[in-house]
């Protein structure tokens, strides 16, 4: 019982290619989001979803697409990496706006 | 941007005294959150307090809620070398979540 899992947890890429982030829940928690957390900045979130189907924006989307067809799976996906994209990203999820975050391990990811 | 800010953004102490981090807010919120972060590691959640409420315990833990101010304090009472991490506060607005910087606190032995 991993309660929400990211995979992987190390990622090196090249400039320009694609790659996805993958994040798994096992609560059927409503709620879910992409958060990247880099030195001085702190976490900002890049998106959420409120349930299965629905997806939005948060702070800083750009370069970042989102789906969530089941609502387990929320898989980020970086169209086209850049290097300013290196960081480490956390998964998130919660049953409302009321509740704690529980967070996921986080994807260290490095573009190169 | 950020939602919350911490202050201070380090703090060091010896075991057995009490650390006090403060966040600041800008906007209206549902509930404000604290989180600690081991490194290297996810964020743990700590308490959540309504924006309704002023003051929620936890075990060693203390958070005051100041709606008018926009502020929150997080007490961590008889600290110890195991409470060594990054403390973040988070404010909930209608569907998501916004974090500070973080305060960087060390317990020395």
């Known amino acids: 019982d991993a309660g929400i899992t990211q995979s992987p947890r190390y990622k090196i890429t090249e400039t320009g290619r694609q790659v996805t982030l993958m994040c798994h829940q096992t609560?059927?928690?409503?709620?879910m989001f992409w958060y990247r957390q880099d030195l001085g900045h702190g976490l900002r979130l890049i998106y959420y979803?409120?349930?299965?189907?629905?997806?939005d924006k948060g702070e800083v989307p750009d370069g970042y697409v989102v789906s969530r067809s089941k609502t387990e799976n929320f898989p980020l996906t970086l169209e086209s990496a850049t290097r300013s994209q290196t960081s480490v990203y956390f998964c998130?999820?919660?049953?409302?706006?009321?509740?704690?975050?529980?967070f996921g391990s986080g994807t260290r990811l490095t573009v190169v | 941007s950020q939602q919350g800010e911490e202050d201070p953004q380090a703090l060091s102490i010896q075991e057995g005294e009490n650390a006090t981090m403060n966040c600041s807010y800008k906007?209206?919120?549902?509930?404000l959150q604290w989180y600690r972060q081991n490194s290297g590691r996810g964020l743990v959640h700590l308490i959540l307090?309504?924006?309704?409420?002023r003051e929620k315990h936890s075990g060693r833990l203390r958070v005051t809620l100041d709606t008018s101010k926009k502020s929150s304090s997080l007490l961590i009472t008889a600290s110890r070398a195991a409470d060594t991490a990054s403390y973040f506060c988070?404010?909930?607005?209608?569907?998501?979540?916004?974090f500070g910087a973080g305060t960087r606190l060390t317990v020395k032995p």
């Open positions: 998130a999820s919660n049953p409302g706006i009321n509740y704690g975050y529980t």
């Open positions: 609560w059927s928690h409503s709620y």
């Open positions: 979803s409120a349930a299965a189907d629905i997806t």
């Open positions: 906007t209206s919120i549902n509930n």
């Open positions: 307090i309504r924006s309704n409420e």
């Open positions: 988070a404010t909930a607005g209608v569907n998501d979540m916004r």
